[in-house]
């Protein structure tokens, strides 16, 4: 299967994800700098894409885009939940987790993605595959470029030769 192949299919998959009732709630969640949860995990999910091209990881792109849309699937406004930023941290993984099993049967793979995002927070976390280590450095990516630059899009960056 060429690159072209394994694109169309990651396309499907967010396309399918990111019109899914459940999936669009987290658009209600603010997160880093002016983005929303639903911002904030597309763009995860086309950063961590753009890795796996640029470096030639053979990953699962159904996969690495479900991982990415649900990895802050904690749904809750952090300001308002009265939890300390540690232990929100440490939490949200497990929570997102909890909460994406309601509506969708996960693999392994995808479990492990949403559980070790934080890593090394907690340290035992760790990522067990290609694709979580990809969303591992998004996360840390999207995150720092959203709350310290304010980029919206990270497509913006792509786009501009940030690469
Ligand atoms: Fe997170
Ligand atoms: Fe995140």
């Avoid at 099993?101 to 479990?111: P, S």
């Avoid at 993605?113 to 067990?128: R, V, Y």
Wanted: with cysteine; net charge neutral; glycine share 4%.
């Amino acid at each position: 299967m060429d690159w072209k192949d394994r694109e169309q299919r990651f396309l499907q998959m967010m396309n399918r994800l990111e019109n899914a009732p459940e999936i669009l709630q987290l658009k209600q969640y603010p997160q880093h700098g002016t983005n929303d949860t639903f911002q904030h995990s597309h763009n995860v999910a086309v950063y961590a894409w753009h890795l796996a091209r640029r470096w030639k990881w053979k990953v699962s792109p159904e996969d690495l885009a479900m991982g990415a849309m649900l990895h802050d699937y904690y749904l809750y406004d952090i300001e308002k939940s009265g939890l300390t930023d540690y232990r929100h941290g440490v939490r949200h993984p497990v929570t997102a987790l909890e909460n994406a099993e309601k509506i969708y049967e996960l693999n392994e793979r995808v479990r492990n993605i949403i559980l070790s995002h934080m890593w090394p927070l907690p340290f035992t976390a760790m990522p067990k595959s290609r694709e979580a280590i990809l969303i591992n450095l998004a996360d840390k990516y999207c995150a720092y470029q959203e709350m310290k630059k304010g980029v919206v899009r990270v497509e913006d960056i792509l786009k501009n030769g940030d690469k």
